[in-house]
């Protein structure tokens, strides 16, 4: 059995939009430019799709380095939450994971590791967040690529944490030795 680290994010993301104090939908007052990057990264058809990758990609970069992630010594299999369709994956997060591969040789491409298998409601629109219902439609592809291997598992918005620990799990039940999930952001 392996080690699952908490998860951590590199920025908090705010909806656009909330309630007031009646009920009644408004615009967040909270959502910056950042949140707005969050939803051009998920869209790949979206104006500020490219330069999203490229600003989340640094700063991922940066924020992983200041944690000497991943060591000189040892490689980190980069792993992708999957979307909520089935054989799907962010195009962003797929960038984002070749783009960290590409800089450091210590990275290794296991980002389609993780395939949904069974395709799920998208969670912001409305989709159960139940854990089981990631663990039940997930399935783990290649487990002896990541058997005794550290493993960044990367999500773009992490809201509950379901998909991450259901994730975590099914990679620890594989064999990994350690996984570190990692979100570009958190809901909050």
């Not at 979307?83 to 491409?109: A, E, H, M, T």
Request: a positive charge; proline letters at 4%.
């Amino acid at each position: 059995m392996g080690f699952i680290q908490p998860i951590n994010h590199l920025i908090d993301y705010h909806t656009y939009w909330t309630q007031d104090e009646y009920g009644n939908r408004i615009l967040n007052p909270n959502f910056t430019r950042e949140c707005g990057q969050i939803l051009d990264l998920k869209k790949e058809t979206e104006k500020g799709h490219a330069k999203a990758v490229v600003d989340f990609a640094q700063r991922l970069e940066v924020m992983l380095k200041a944690h000497n992630i991943p060591p000189l010594d040892l490689q980190v299999h980069i792993v992708l939450v999957p979307s909520s369709s089935r054989g799907q994956w962010s195009p962003g997060l797929l960038k984002i994971g070749d783009y960290l591969c590409r800089r450091n040789r210590n990275f290794v491409d296991s980002m389609t590791t993780l395939e949904r298998v069974q395709a799920i409601q998208k969670l912001a629109k409305g989709g159960a967040r139940n854990i089981d219902v990631h663990r039940q439609s997930i399935a783990v592809r290649n487990q002896a690529r990541i058997a005794k291997k550290t493993v960044l598992l990367l999500d773009d918005v992490a809201t509950t944490g379901n998909s991450f620990n259901a994730c975590s799990q099914l990679l620890d039940t594989s064999g990994t030795a350690l996984v570190m999930p990692l979100a570009i952001a958190r809901t909050v």
